[in-house]
């Protein structure tokens, strides 16, 4: 059986109060983005290993144990028991860019398990399941824009839709690591409720849609701001920096001539539509 997780981007994203746990409350609005991973998984029929993970496409530090699609096997399998699994990993998402690539390769393989041995878990199950795999995969369950408070798993509708708009995402040679991201934040209201600035048409968007990390993160890597910075300067009707980061987003209209230029030799670029 095979899936694409695909990767998210955050529409605003204001962290508003820190919480005993450490963690922190944000609001946010996270938009699906048809960049895709792909996973396939097979029954294991040698050996005697409960699974086998073979990844190709971008490099992922850190150990096969700690991938999150091997994580969200070992959750599912303390309750029910799963055959042995051959796990095929292609990373097309760059990592730890603000995209939530690993987190929806989590996500995806809880749903890709659920449907292959006919666990019959429902949505709201697999969501819980997902919040214990990190605080933004329960997004990738359902997998539509979405409105999310808490830690970024309590989910409420909006009625938005880019369907047709282009999208230029651009991850450059920088790693933002996202504990130190949250650790330079300071919490704060914004002064416009997110739901109520969502809800303008999206040429209003860049004087209200922050996302408060850009505060902490731009003075650390000016060359994010630069990029954010030329995509206005190319037409874009709204650009940010997407999560904790270093990716930056540039919304372009359907029928706007996209920058073809590269951001500089190293840099990730991806040039969609959004659905
Ligand atoms: C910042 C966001 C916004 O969408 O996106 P990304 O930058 O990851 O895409 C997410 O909240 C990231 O979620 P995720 O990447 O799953 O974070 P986790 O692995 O759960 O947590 C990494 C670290 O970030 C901090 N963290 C994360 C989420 C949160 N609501 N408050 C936090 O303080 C914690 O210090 C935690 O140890
Ligand atoms: N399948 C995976 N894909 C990407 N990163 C993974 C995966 N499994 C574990 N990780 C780890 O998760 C972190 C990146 O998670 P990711 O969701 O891609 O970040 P972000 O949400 O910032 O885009 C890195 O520390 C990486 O080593």
Redo the contacts with the bound molecule.
Sequence with gaps: MITFPNA?I?LG?NIVEKRPD?????E?V?YPVPLEDALEVNILHEGNEKFRLHQAGLEIEGEVENNLVVKAYKLLDEKFNLPPVDIHLFKHIPSGA???G??SDAAYMLKLLNEKFNLALTDETLEEYAAKL????AFFIRNAPTYAEG??NVFSPISLSLKGYQIVLVKPDIFVS??E???QIKPHRQEMPLKEIVKRPVEKWKEWMMND?EESVFPQFPAIREIKEDLYKQGAIYASM????SSVFGLFEPSAILPSNTFGEKTFIYRGILK
């Design positions: 998210k955050n994203l450490g963690y922190h409350n944000l946010t996270f603000g995209l939530g690993g987190s990190g605080a933004d995969c830690i970024g996202t504990w991201a949250f650790a990390f997407t999560g904790s980061g």
